[in-house]
């Protein structure tokens, strides 16, 4: 409640004057009315003085000159005192290292783009002749963000047009799909990832909200059909044990696991992402499709053939045929037609290896190549 009124004078304050005098300002209000002191200003790790001891001054100066704000440093080397590889001499100066993360092959370009950052932006952006961009100050609100939400106090979008207010429960998706649903900006090949998780799409991960399968018997202990799961589950870092969240990655675009998308021998490894949450076993046994291991095994074929590990707006169980392999079949079809658990008809073509497979319904049996499969 008081802290809520005090952001209101702050808004105000703000304003009126520039930064420098602002923070200068704010800080001896704050001190002198007792709020600097980690509990009462907010629960967040950076304003937390058994983990930053120098308080407000591990990032402000007392008296203003270099940088905005009065920070004690640029704002974009700001944080790499304390989270890049090589710590600095203050007080206090730890944290996880995220400067090594965003230097590996798939990245978020913070270190390149950063800068085009603007406060009080607009995002989506609705230009595309505007720069795209992203900066730790996107995802993260340093005064606000806390080790049980790393995203509390960003502002978010729930796609076509919603924003959402900044809030202790900020949610992440929302903050991703600032960037990743209809941005005017958006690169040419990705895609508009809040309409993947549309939950009014046939299927999707339970991210949103909890997924429309009763029935999937893969899931590991650690999940079950009630669970719902994070973008960050999937995108982070691919050091064991290192800094959680979608910084960078040896595995694009930006994966915890390794994921092949290409016709491939099977291994433990070459799904590494999927089987970290669906048992390899139960999969290869066919406990749900019943051609799974022909498929993936006998064939080689990427899960991404037939699945889109976001979601499909076509069908059921995240189905959705990846057109670089798969065509209409001889009789002009493409479609996923389901009747019996585990047998569905696929009416396609798929392209393997320069072989066709030529997937028909002929007088009601299912046949493959014009070999029909009476039990399916
Ligand atoms: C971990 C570094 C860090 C710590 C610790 C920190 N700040 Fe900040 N502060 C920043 C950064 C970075 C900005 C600029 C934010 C932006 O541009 O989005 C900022 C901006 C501000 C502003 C400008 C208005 C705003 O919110 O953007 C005020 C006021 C402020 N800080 C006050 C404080 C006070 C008071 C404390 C101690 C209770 C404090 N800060 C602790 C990093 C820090
Ligand atoms: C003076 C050192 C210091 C500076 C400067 C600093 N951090 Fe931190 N940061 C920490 C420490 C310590 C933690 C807590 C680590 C822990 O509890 O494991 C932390 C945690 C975090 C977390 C995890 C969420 C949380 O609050 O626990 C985020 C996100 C984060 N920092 C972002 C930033 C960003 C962005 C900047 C630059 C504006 C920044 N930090 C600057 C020391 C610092
Ligand atoms: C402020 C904008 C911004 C926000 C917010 C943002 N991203 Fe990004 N993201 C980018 C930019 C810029 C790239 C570089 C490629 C591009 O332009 O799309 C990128 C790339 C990625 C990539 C790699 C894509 C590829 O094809 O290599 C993934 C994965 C990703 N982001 C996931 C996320 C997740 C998860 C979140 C939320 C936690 C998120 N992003 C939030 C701007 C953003
Ligand atoms: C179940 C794991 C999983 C989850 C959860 C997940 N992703 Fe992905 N994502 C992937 C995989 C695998 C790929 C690469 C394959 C592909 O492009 O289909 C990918 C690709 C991407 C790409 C690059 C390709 C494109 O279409 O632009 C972006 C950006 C991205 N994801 C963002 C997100 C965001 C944002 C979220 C959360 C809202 C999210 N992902 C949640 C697994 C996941
Ligand atoms: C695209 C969005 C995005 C950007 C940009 C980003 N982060 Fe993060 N970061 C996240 C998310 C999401 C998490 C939390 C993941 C989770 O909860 O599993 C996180 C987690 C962290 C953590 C906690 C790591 C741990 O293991 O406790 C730190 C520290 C951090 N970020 C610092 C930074 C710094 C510093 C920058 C800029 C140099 C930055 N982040 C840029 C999204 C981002
Ligand atoms: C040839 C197409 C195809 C390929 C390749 C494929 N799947 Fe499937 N998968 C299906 C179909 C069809 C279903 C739905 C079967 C039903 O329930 O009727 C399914 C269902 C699933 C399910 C939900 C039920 C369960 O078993 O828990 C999971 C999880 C799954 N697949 C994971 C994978 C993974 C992981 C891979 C790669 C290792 C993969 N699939 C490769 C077609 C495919
Ligand atoms: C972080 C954990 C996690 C990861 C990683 C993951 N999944 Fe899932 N997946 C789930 C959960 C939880 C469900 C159950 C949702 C439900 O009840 O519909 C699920 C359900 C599914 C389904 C069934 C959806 C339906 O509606 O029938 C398929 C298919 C699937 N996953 C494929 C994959 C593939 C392919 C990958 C690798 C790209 C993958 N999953 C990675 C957690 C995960």
Same mark, same amino acid.
């Given at each position: 409640?008081?802290?809520?009124?005090? %952001?209101?004078?702050?808004?105000?304050?703000?304003?009126?004057?520039?930064?420098?005098?602002?923070?200068?300002?704010?800080?001896?209000?704050?001190?002198?009315?007792?709020?600097?002191?980690? @509990?009462?200003?907010?629960?967040?790790?950076?304003?937390?003085?058994?983990?930053?001891?120098? /308080?407000?001054?591990?990032?402000?100066?007392?008296?203003?000159?270099?940088?905005?704000?009065?920070?004690?440093?640029?704002?974009?080397?700001?944080?790499?005192?304390?989270?890049?590889?090589?710590?600095?001499?203050?007080?206090?100066?730890?944290? =996880?290292?995220?400067?090594?993360?965003?230097?590996?092959?798939?990245?978020?370009?913070?270190?390149?783009?950063?800068?085009?950052?603007?406060?009080?932006?607009?995002?989506?952006?609705?230009?595309?002749?505007? =720069?795209? &961009?992203?900066?730790? *100050? +996107?995802?993260?609100?340093?005064?606000?963000?806390?080790?049980? %939400?790393?995203?509390?106090?960003?502002?978010?979008?729930?796609?076509? /047009?919603?924003?959402?207010?900044?809030? @202790?429960?900020?949610?992440?998706?929302?903050?991703?799909?600032?960037? &990743?649903?209809?941005?005017?900006?958006?690169?040419?090949?990705?895609? +508009?990832?809040?309409?993947?998780? %549309?939950?009014?799409?046939?299927?999707?991960?339970?991210?949103?909200?909890?997924?429309?399968?009763?029935?999937?018997?893969?899931?590991?202990?650690?999940?079950?059909?009630?669970?719902?799961?994070?973008?960050? @589950?999937?995108?982070?870092?691919?050091?064991?044990?290192? =800094?959680?969240?979608?910084?960078?990655?040896?595995?694009?675009?930006?994966?915890?696991?390794?994921?092949?998308?290409?016709?491939?021998?099977?291994?433990?490894?070459?799904?590494?992402?999927?089987?970290?949450?669906?048992?390899?076993?139960?999969?290869?046994? @066919?406990?749900?499709?019943?051609?799974?291991?022909?498929?993936?095994?006998?064939?080689?074929? =990427?899960?991404?053939?037939?699945?889109?590990?976001?979601?499909?707006?076509?069908?059921?169980?995240?189905?959705?045929?990846?057109?670089?392999?798969? *065509?209409?079949?001889?009789?002009?079809?493409?479609?996923?037609?389901?009747?019996?658990? /585990?047998?569905?008809?696929?009416?396609?073509?798929?392209?393997?290896?320069?072989?066709?497979?030529?997937?028909?319904?002929?007088?009601?049996?299912?046949?493959?190549?014009?070999?029909?499969?009476?039990?399916?």
């Amino acid at each position: 409640m008081e802290i809520s009124l005090m %952001n209101q004078g702050m808004y105000f304050i703000q304003r009126m004057l520039s930064p420098r005098v602002l923070v200068a300002l704010s800080i001896v209000v704050m001190v002198f009315m007792g709020y600097a002191r980690a @509990d009462a200003f907010s629960k967040g790790s950076h304003l937390d003085r058994s983990k930053l001891p120098l /308080g407000c001054s591990s990032c402000h100066k007392g008296h203003g000159e270099s940088g905005t704000m009065m920070l004690q440093a640029k704002k974009g080397d700001l944080c790499f005192g304390c989270h890049g590889p090589v710590k600095g001499k203050r007080k206090g100066q730890v944290g =996880p290292d995220i400067y090594s993360e965003l230097s590996k092959q798939s990245r978020h370009p913070v270190i390149e783009t950063s800068h085009y950052h603007v406060n009080g932006e607009e995002l989506p952006e609705r230009s595309s002749a505007v =720069p795209r &961009h992203v900066a730790c *100050f +996107d995802c993260h609100n340093v005064h606000r963000s806390t080790k049980e %939400n790393k995203v509390s106090g960003v502002r978010g979008y729930t796609g076509k /047009g919603h924003k959402t207010r900044a809030s @202790d429960q900020s949610k992440e998706y929302e903050v991703c799909y600032l960037c &990743h649903s209809d941005s005017a900006n958006a690169p040419p090949e990705s895609s +508009d990832i809040s309409e993947e998780f %549309n939950i009014r799409n046939p299927s999707f991960h339970p991210l949103e909200t909890v997924g429309k399968n009763k029935n999937v018997p893969s899931l590991l202990r650690d999940y079950n059909t009630s669970s719902r799961i994070t973008c960050s @589950d999937c995108h982070g870092s691919d050091t064991s044990f290192g =800094p959680q969240g979608p910084h960078g990655s040896n595995y694009p675009p930006i994966l915890k696991y390794r994921y092949e998308m290409r016709f491939e021998a099977e291994s433990p490894l070459t799904y590494e992402l999927c089987y970290s949450c669906h048992d390899r076993t139960s999969i290869l046994n @066919d406990e749900s499709f019943k051609s799974h291991k022909s498929h993936v095994v006998y064939s080689d074929s =990427p899960c991404s053939a037939c699945h889109d590990s976001h979601g499909s707006a076509l069908y059921t169980h995240l189905i959705h045929f990846d057109d670089q392999y798969v *065509f209409p079949n001889a009789n002009g079809e493409l479609a996923y037609i389901t009747m019996m658990p /585990g047998r569905p008809k696929c009416l396609l073509s798929c392209h393997v290896k320069g072989i066709s497979f030529d997937h028909t319904v002929d007088s009601g049996s299912y046949c493959i190549n014009g070999n029909c499969l009476p039990a399916w």
